[in-house]
């Protein structure tokens, strides 16, 4: 069959813009996406407008890595990554289309003795939480991956890991593919090519947005921006504790299977899986400077080979065939910022970093839970922008040790 | 095809015997892969990706789409090669795989290098226009490097057979310039921001296995040039129809190619053309003697001089005419076409279609760093509107498409880039050159199938990608191009979707009733070409992967039997296990030794730093959380960095050897972080403070020796330091003759909680320091002890090992060292404690805890909780350190706990694996809680 | 990977240098919101953006370099003291 005709032979209307909606989502990427879906599904708020400047999904949503896990560390990640996975274990089925979500397992290698402490807090914390999570020897590590050396001959070897079985990944374009068709059936207007130039604030209160579409008043305002969420704020007015840098992905040419889970390593700064279509999808480390040319430095690429190379020796002729960056909004303690903002009415879900496509189901939903009834959800209600002057930083910087 | 008696450039007194799937075949030196097997009539390569159809060699380069193997022959079994860039050679061996390819084993014998190259002018492609470019910089004398992927230079004069004198005097000519590089078989592949780019040069991989020899099989170029001309000319693209997959269907300047290089044509040849460039292919088989069966022209009859010459050689042509289907012979190979002329169909016998639909610029390189382009309604296709900084793009890659603009494009982008870089050109004549008369391209882009069935008609070969799919994307609501892309999976092929994006963006124009001016072409994502993993590893793996830093000690450790752990860059013993012993039993030993006797540590990788000036009390109150203008001189004290937020950024000791001078101890694994941390505040905040940092970690070589009977140990070693308690009592620092070595700095700190001396000599003497120490210890069962015991040893006491004990939010007050923060001066964190949440009560404290059952260990890590219910549980903290103290006799360890200091005597459950082990929260320091051993 | 002209040591290869981001001074008076901003919130403009960089496998001097955060031109580095404000 040709790969067109697994795809479901409709997904979205074009629809012109209404002059007003009740929510208009600033981002058509995966959140933004999410969030439209789940207000019209779970509030029956459905005069909602998705504004995309350029084509769905051309952000982060088809540029990152499809690994999804909920193994994060602390009391607030926890149960939000994990209702995440949740999701994602129906949302094909709710969907009804095959984003070829795999739950093939998770591997997070330890290379010091400090790694594989810090990995077994995690873990432990993760069955405390009801989450599973699993610490295994070098034996059965290999066991679990056979591609891997786990010689302790190398450089830094393999000393375990901690394995979430349930961990996994999903193919990124379909899961947009999948939420903008469910969305547009529920009557959210996807508005393509429609860039927001200016927020429309008076008296503290947003009322809508310019865009190159027109004028668009909307109750709600929700920044969906990802990356681009910075110039978003600057022009609203308010700034954010966001910085934006890029994160490079690279996919190797389509080969038999080789790699049956995912597997990352936080020393050695890289993790890969392999794609259906037999790909072997690598990413590692953010590049370190504020950029939106969706592009990075080429020895990060150089780097993470090399660390590939040593724990899978077996990849040494696969080839990098594509790379590429998203644009990744960091914030100071690695997780996100959703909630209100100085604006009333104007709302933001961004600082996901490098780890937003597992959250892409929650962040929806809480998103959508926030903006229904303009207060968050239990499980997004650390997560304020608060958290910065009251210094309760939710940092998850060890989960997030190497971009995921 | 055939291979013809005589012509083409390959040696035919060369054959070379290969292998294709089990198969030996011969060809010859300057064949291709892809040329040998058209060469031996293998017409059929493999079978497509989801349909399994059977196809063939579709070009002569880069814009293949079939033709990719399994090459077995190389160091290691590497998938889908490009057949037409690798080069023949004896008992190459490859297999049939065009879409997917495998991995076969861990070893791989290749060996794969890199370089650096710096140059002032840099060619990428060595066609007229590159050519004309690198003579004119060449000639200036500036330093010029030119990249060529092909095997040989002259690119569209090798497939046109064009000014063949010219090139070999001009390569002859840069061959003998001093200053200028030219590589072949050398791809640009990605380009770097301030005109760097990444070549990948084909090296080894082009020879027999047996006369590699110590050659590399691929280099890797890493290039700064200070300006780029991009002359990497124009692909040409096919045209769709129904059935236009069929072995033996091919790109018109393909073809020509295969018959000038490689000698290679139909018995009876058909082009299939909407340019006149296309009447070449008909004309040079025409000449060498090939039948041609006609050109096939959707265009109407026009002025064009190569269309008259055909007609001219009685080569017949059908004007307003379109190939509007194919059929195959048994193996699916092209047999005949129907042709759809005015007057109707007629069905055409061929084994060889030549299709040309235009060509386009190839702009990967210049659309990689967003280079702007404009469409261009002449060619149907994007060229460069302007150019990068420093940057200059000609011939055919600039959308000038005839020879004689190639080649004074070529001259003028070399003259410009030349003045840019400080170069003036010598005067340039280019070669004659003759106008020919040419008709505009038509833009066919494809030919609807005359029953209907688009399901046949391919827009991406390597995708499996038809007109069927391209409209099922625009019926489910998709308009925008890449969404085409990734409904349909056009263009995401090894190929880089080169023969499939315009087409597939045409046709997406047409079916959303849009200009293709608007529609665009998806992006163009590095590399150009496939890059091999080994090839981008190049030689750093195994050993070579990261650098090994070690001790001047180090060959002790070894010799002692020591068992090693990474500690960042460092290798440091972890223990040293005697014959037989598990890590446990050396632990305890060392252990055991320290407490009761004497043992020595090998410390040498602690960050140090000397840290000196007018300002330095001054600048090291600013840093540190306790007061540090108290400190007298020849005393150390126990020292906590923190960052603006509050958290501890280090711990170490600050001795202060002078008044205006301090040596300072950083944690081995912070020690580079300090020292930058040290240098931003003195460079950025500070600028008129005098402080001068030195970093001595490498300069310095350190022993500590601990245990009551240190000192025993110590005093004949050293014997002008008097180190009775009186005259260098505990964080005392002095300086004398330690083992010989004059000027050794001992200070007596301590880790372990026993009576301690720290020795620091220069580098290079500390093994001889560390044998001199275990020669005096021995009578006194000296030790040597690593990283475990000292664990075991400095967790007895209640001391942290930030990063372990501590996290990134982990604050002074909560590690229990608030009684050090001064309350008197401000500091860098001060503030930040005054926020509300680095005041709550809940926040997790550094607490001790033992076991309820006193032999058990618990593991490092697990959560502990106060009521144990099924999960979710709440975590009230988790444990950072445990282990079995020989000297408690009993289990014991560190934990942060919510409010743990308010908690001592309360009862946690740890739930592990297969049990739930009660602890009970105690004060962090289980031994000598009033250091009298350590004040010995 | 960029080319920075370091003012001490010329132009070297991005892997020498560490990223500082935007140059904020410490403010001497600060309420938690203040003191907030100064902690975590840093520019992250689109366009040119004067940032800090320091040599650290070199001369080990910060400096600051004026950048296009869209195209990655650099257009300017200098010594820390000449920086534009």
Not at chain 1, 361 to 389: C, K
Request: glycine fraction near 10%; charge should be negative; include cysteine.
């Amino acid at each position: 069959m040709e790969p067109a005709f697994q795809n479901p032979a409709f997904l979205w209307r074009n629809p012109r813009s209404k002059p007003a909606y009740d929510v208009a989502i600033v981002g058509g990427g995966l959140h933004g996406l999410a969030t439209a879906y789940y207000l019209a599904k779970n509030h029956a708020v459905q005069n909602v407008a998705v504004l995309e400047r350029g084509w769905l999904g051309n952000g982060n949503a088809v540029r990152n890595t499809t690994i999804i896990r909920s193994n994060y560390l602390r009391d607030e990640s926890m149960p939000l990554y994990e209702l995440s996975l949740k999701l994602w274990e129906t949302l094909a089925a709710e969907l009804d289309y095959d984003v070829l979500f795999d739950q093939r397992g998770l591997l997070q290698l330890a290379h010091t003795t400090a790694e594989a402490n810090d990995a077994r807090r995690t873990v432990y914390a993760n069955r405390l939480a009801g989450i599973d999570a699993e610490w295994l020897e070098p034996e059965e590590v290999k066991a679990f991956c056979p591609i891997l050396n786990i010689s302790p001959r190398v450089r830094y070897p393999v000393v375990g890991a901690s394995l979430q079985r349930r961990g996994g990944i999903a193919r990124h374009d379909l899961v947009m593919f999948a939420l903008a068709r469910a969305a547009s059936a529920r009557g959210v207007d996807l508005l393509q090519g429609c860039e927001v130039t200016g927020f429309r604030i008076e008296n503290n209160r947003v009322q809508g947005v310019e865009t190159s579409e027109g004028t668009i008043t909307a109750g709600k305002v929700a920044l969906a921006g990802a990356g681009r969420t910075p110039l978003l704020a600057q022009m609203a007015g308010f700034d954010l504790p966001i910085q934006s840098t890029p994160l490079q992905a690279l996919v190797s040419d389509g080969l038999e299977p080789v790699l049956n889970s995912v597997v990352m390593s936080g020393l050695l700064h890289v993790y890969v899986s392999q794609a259906r279509n037999g790909g072997l999808v690598m990413g590692a480390a953010r590049d370190n400077y504020v950029s939106y040319a969706q592009r990075g430095s080429f020895q990060i690429l150089e780097w993470q080979i090399q660390a590939a190379l040593e724990l899978y020796p077996i990849m040494s002729r696969a080839h990098m065939l594509r790379t590429w960056a998203g644009i990744v909004d960091v914030s100071p303690d690695a997780s996100p910022i959703i909630g209100r903002t100085p604006v009333e009415n104007l709302f933001v879900n961004c600082g996901w970093g490098t780890g937003g496509f597992k959250a892409t189901p929650v962040s929806g939903w809480v998103y959508a839970h926030t903006l229904a009834h303009g207060e968050p959800h239990e499980l997004n209600a650390a997560f304020s922008l608060e958290r910065f002057e009251t210094g309760a930083l939710i940092d998850e910087h060890g989960a997030a040790a190497v971009a995921h | 095809m055939k291979r013809l008696p005589t012509g083409g450039r390959i040696r035919r007194d060369r054959p070379l015997r290969f292998t294709w799937d089990g198969r030996e075949l011969l060809g010859f030196e300057g064949d291709t892969l892809a040329s040998a097997l058209l060469g031996a009539g293998v017409d059929v390569v493999g079978t497509s990706a989801s349909f399994g159809r059977p196809r063939g060699i579709t070009s002569a380069g880069l814009e293949e789409a079939s033709g990719f193997a399994q090459i077995l022959s190389g160091g290691a079994s590497e998938p889908l090669v490009r057949m037409t860039g690798v080069g023949l050679y004896e008992g190459l061996a490859a297999e049939s795989r065009i879409a997917k390819g495998y991995l076969a084993t861990d070893m791989d014998g290749g060996r794969f290098d890199k370089r650096y190259a710096h140059c002032d002018v840099l060619v990428i492609g060595a066609g007229p226009a590159g050519t004309a470019a690198a003579l004119v910089a060449s000639t200036a004398g500036a330093r010029v490097i030119m990249v060529e992927a092909d095997d040989e230079v002259g690119g569209a004069l090798l497939r046109d057979q064009e000014l063949l004198d010219w090139k070999d005097q001009s390569f002859a000519t840069l061959a003998a310039a001093p200053e200028t590089r030219v590589l072949t078989s050398a791809t640009a592949a990605t380009m770097l921001d301030q005109n760097g780019a990444i070549v990948a040069q084909r090296i080894g991989c082009r020879v027999s296995p047996s006369a590699r020899g110590g050659l590399c099989e691929q280099r890797l170029w890493h290039v700064r040039a200070k300006a780029i001309v991009l002359s990497t000319g124009a692909l040409e693209r096919p045209i769709v129809f129904q059935d236009n997959d069929r072995p033996g269907i091919l790109l018109a300047s393909g073809a020509r190619a295969y018959l000038h290089r490689w000698a290679l044509a139909p018995n009876r040849g058909l082009v299939f053309t909407t340019t006149d460039d296309g009447y070449r292919t008909a004309l040079d088989w025409h000449a060498a003697g090939v039948e041609v069966a006609g050109v096939i022209d959707p265009r109407p009859h026009g002025r064009g001089e190569l269309p008259q010459k055909a007609t001219s050689a009685g080569i017949r042509v059908l004007h307003e005419s379109v190939v509007e289907t194919t059929f195959g012979d048994e193996a699916g190979r092209i047999r005949a076409v129907r042709v759809r002329t005015p007057s109707g169909a007629e069905e055409i016998q061929t084994d060889l279609l030549a299709v040309s639909g235009g060509f386009e610029p190839f702009l990967d390189l210049h659309l990689q760093r967003r280079g702007p382009t404009r469409y261009d309604a002449t060619l149907g296709a994007p060229v460069p509107s302007s150019t990068l900084p420093r940057q200059w793009i000609a011939g055919a890659a600039n959308g000038s498409m005839t020879l004689r603009d190639s080649l004074t494009e070529g001259a003028r982008a070399a003259r410009e880039a030349l003045a840019a870089v400080g170069f003036t050109a010598k005067d340039w004549t280019p070669p004659t050159t003759a106008h020919i008369e040419e008709d505009a391209p038509s833009f066919l882009w494809l030919v609807p199938a005359p029953d209907g069935d688009e399901s046949r008609s391919f827009v991406d070969l390597f995708r499996d990608g038809t007109v069927l799919g391209v409209e099922r994307a625009v019926g489910a609501g998709i308009r925008h191009i890449e969404h085409v892309k990734r409904y349909t999976v056009i263009g995401t092929g090894v190929e880089q979707g080169r023969s499939a994006k315009t087409n597939a963006a045409a046709l997406t124009a047409r079916l959303t009733e849009r200009p293709l001016a608007t529609v665009g072409t998806s992006g163009s994502r590095p590399p150009v070409e496939p890059l091999s993993f080994r090839l981008l590893a190049g030689r750093a793996t195994g050993e070579r992967f990261e650098p090994v830093r070690t001790t001047a000690i180090h060959g002790a450790h070894v010799a002692l039997g020591a068992v090693f752990e990474p500690n960042g860059q460092w290798l440091r013993p972890n223990h040293y296990p005697r014959p037989g012993e598990s890590m446990e039993d050396a632990v305890r030993r060392e252990c055991r030794a320290a407490r009761t006797a004497v043992a020595v540590m090998d410390v040498s990788t602690l960050g140090k730093i000397d840290l000196r000036g007018p300002d330095a009390v001054w600048f090291l109150e600013q840093l540190y959380a306790n007061a540090i203008g108290t400190l007298p001189v020849g005393k150390a004290r126990y020292s906590i960095m923190c960052r603006l937020d509050g958290s501890i950024l280090d711990d170490g000791v600050v001795m202060r050897t002078a008044e205006d001078r301090f040596f300072i101890t950083a944690s081995t694994g912070h020690a580079a972080a300090v020292v930058d941390w040290m240098e931003e505040w003195l460079q950025t905040e500070w600028p008129d403070r005098r402080v001068f940092v030195t970093s001595l970690t490498e300069q310095l070589s350190t022993v500590a020796i601990v245990g009551p009977k240190s000192r025993e140990v110590l005093k004949d070693l050293a014997p002008d330091l008097d180190l009775s308690k009186e005259a260098f009592p505990f964080l005392a620092v002095r300086r004398g003759t330690v083992a010989g070595i004059s000027e050794a700095q001992v200070a007596r700190v301590s880790f372990s909680g026993e009576l301690a001396f720290e020795v620091s000599v220069p580098w290079d003497l500390g093994a001889a320091l560390w044998s001199s120490l275990l020669s005096e210890g021995e009578p006194f069962g000296i030790l040597p002890y690593g990283l475990e015991a000292l664990q075991v040893l400095r967790s007895e006491k209640g001391y942290i090992i930030v990063g372990q004990d501590t996290e990134g939010t982990t604050t002074p007050y909560d590690a229990g060292l608030g009684w050090l923060v001064s309350k008197e001066k401000d500091f860098i964190g001060k503030r930040s404690f005054a926020r509300p949440a680095l005041k709550a009560p809940d926040r997790p404290q550094l607490v001790g805890f033992l076991p309820e059952e006193p032999s058990f260990v618990l593991p490092e890590g697990a959560g502990l909780v106060s009521r144990v219910s099924p999960p979710p549980m709440e975590i009230h903290g988790h444990v950072t350190t445990s282990h079995w103290s020989e000297t408690l006799g009993r289990s014991f360890g560190l934990a942060m706990v919510k409010g743990g200091r308010a908690r001592h005597g309360e009862t946690l459950y740890a739930p592990l694996e297969d049990r739930v082990v009660p602890v009970t929260l105690v004060d962090a320091v289980h031994y000598d809680k009033k250091g009298e051993r350590r004040d010995g | 990977m960029l080319l920075i002209a370091c003012p001490y040591c010329g132009p070297r290869e991005e892997s020498e240098f560490r990223y500082g981001s935007e140059g904020v001074p410490i403010p001497s008076e600060a309420d938690d919101r203040t003191w907030a901003r100064f902690l975590y919130y840093r520019d992250s403009p689109a366009g040119l953006f004067t940032e800090r960089w320091v040599h650290t496998h070199g001369c080990r001097q910060w400096f600051y370099v004026i950048r296009d955060t869209l195209t990655h031109e650099i257009s300017a580095t200098g010594k820390l003291d000449e920086a534009p404000r």
